[in-house]
């Protein structure tokens, strides 16, 4: 684990990348990190690690009824994603129809608007998924 790093850059580096711990002990990954490793506990040594993003839906639900700030993307599809390197994302499965959604499906990472605050306002930007497409490269 790199230890000095200011922290604001830390959450900048986590945003336009999607950052986990690795327990150096176990090789366990874990999203988001967490400061002990469950399996290991005391004898965790954990690391930053930056993860790819690419996985399959594990569980997923259709919103239809947005939070504030939300509204224009209803309905939505809001999913738990299993990344291939074994930790899970509760992200939204974007470029998708709903009824097109499944569990099982391959997704991978994308960057984009996460929501807007007024017509002014900061947006703000992250993670979300898609379906993924094997013509095409990853868009992040
Ligand atoms: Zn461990």
């Not at 990348?17 to 040594?45: D, E, M, Q």
């Not at 960057?111 to 306002?121: L, Q, V, Y």
Request: charged share 30%; net charge positive.
């Amino acid at each position: 684990m790199t230890m000095g790093a200011p922290r604001f850059w830390r959450k900048t580096q986590s945003r336009y990348n999607l950052y986990g711990v690795k327990c150096k002990s176990c090789n366990a990954t874990y999203f988001p990190p967490r400061k002990i490793c469950p399996s290991c506990r005391r004898a965790s040594k954990l690391e930053d690690v930056k993860l790819t993003p690419k996985g399959e839906v594990l569980t997923y639900t259709v919103i239809r009824s947005a939070p504030e700030g939300f509204e224009r993307q209803t309905p939505y599809i809001m999913a738990i994603v299993k990344l291939d390197e074994g930790p899970m994302v509760t992200t939204q499965i974007v470029d998708c129809e709903p009824d097109e959604v499944e569990i099982g499906m391959a997704v991978e990472g994308v960057f984009r608007k996460i929501r807007e605050s007024g017509k002014d306002g900061p947006i703000y930007y992250g993670f979300k998924f898609r379906p993924a497409r094997a013509d095409k490269d990853l868009a992040v």
